[in-house]
């Protein structure tokens, strides 16, 4: 999700799955009663009635997300996921990958790739279309080696907050191969707390302006609330850079969204 203005009120721009941020050490499971994204692919896939995805936070206006959004195809992706789909190479992970578009794009250039999410739904929904490899799988617990780790649709917020990060950085060092990288998109959101003087004015409550919480609604399935974070370049920068990796930024969006390439600091 990324964020910009219209009207006065903010708003979401949505470009693809979301999972709810890690929970501690614990291995995450979703309960498919509770897995309103989930349900929502599964009935677009089916051909059944959508309703509204509904997207709830108590910092914003309540938004929604177009579901048909979430099974584009590469030609309708925002151009940072298309750089980034650009850049695959080699042994190649999907994390988040609700439905599997970005997977099904990779398919076709025969990348070898692999297809996570903790929705049950959007796993079935994915091997039925054609995903050919897929694991209903916490990234957090997730073993093997990676040539590129990808990270699209704000795929870093599943961390959750800054404090999370070193963690996050430690999994890193499992998963990524020698030589690999992490591709992944975020947001600079401070510009939503910048009020008319051009002054920005940050929560009192937040220790970091990107820690939000969300909860998701698809018809009579209610979600769990979840953390999510949103990072800007520096702070992400300096973050790896502490924990032993190097940040660069491939591409800028144009909602204050950009594309980093994350590799282990030589």
């Known amino acids: 999700m990324h964020f910009y ?7 979401l721009i949505w470009h693809g799955g979301i999972l709810p941020a890690r929970k501690e050490k614990n291995i995450y499971e979703m309960d498919s009663k509770k897995d309103p994204m989930g349900r929502a692919i599964a009935d677009y896939h089916q051909g059944k009635r959508t309703g509204k995805l509904r997207v709830f936070s108590p910092m914003f206006d309540e938004d929604e997300i177009p579901v048909e959004t979430l099974f584009r195809k590469y030609e309708e992706m925002p151009e940072i996921e298309r750089k980034a789909l650009d850049m695959t190479r080699g042994r190649t992970l999907d994390v988040g ?24 739904l959007s796993v079935e929904t994915m091997k039925a279309r054609g995903v050919q490899e897929v694991k209903e799988q916490d990234f957090f617990t997730l073993k093997g080696k990676y040539d590129t780790i ?25 998963i990524l191969a020698p030589g690999g990288q992490l591709l992944c998109d975020s947001s600079d959101i401070s510009y939503v707390f910048e009020d008319e003087e051009g ?15 969300f909860r998701m609604q698809y ?19 300096q973050k790896a850079e502490e924990n032993g990796y190097s940040v660069e ?13 994350i590799t282990k600091a030589l």
């Open 249 to 261: 930024v491939v591409a800028e969006g144009e909602h204050y969204d950009y594309l980093a390439r």
């Open 5 to 11: 203005t219209h009207n006065g009120k903010l708003r």
């Open 150 to 174: 990808l990270m699209l649709m704000n795929g870093i917020g599943i961390v959750g907050t800054l404090e999370r990060l070193p963690d996050f950085f430690r999994h890193l060092d499992n």
């Open 97 to 120: 990958a609700g439905s599997g578009c970005h997977t099904l794009a990779l398919q076709q250039r025969g990348v070898e790739v692999t297809a996570i999410d903790i929705s049950p």
């Open 199 to 213: 002054f920005i004015e940050y929560p009192e409550d937040s220790a970091y302006y990107g820690e939000l919480s």
């Open 219 to 237: 018809k009579e399935t209610v979600g769990e609330p979840f953390e999510w974070l949103y990072i800007d370049a520096d702070t992400l920068r």
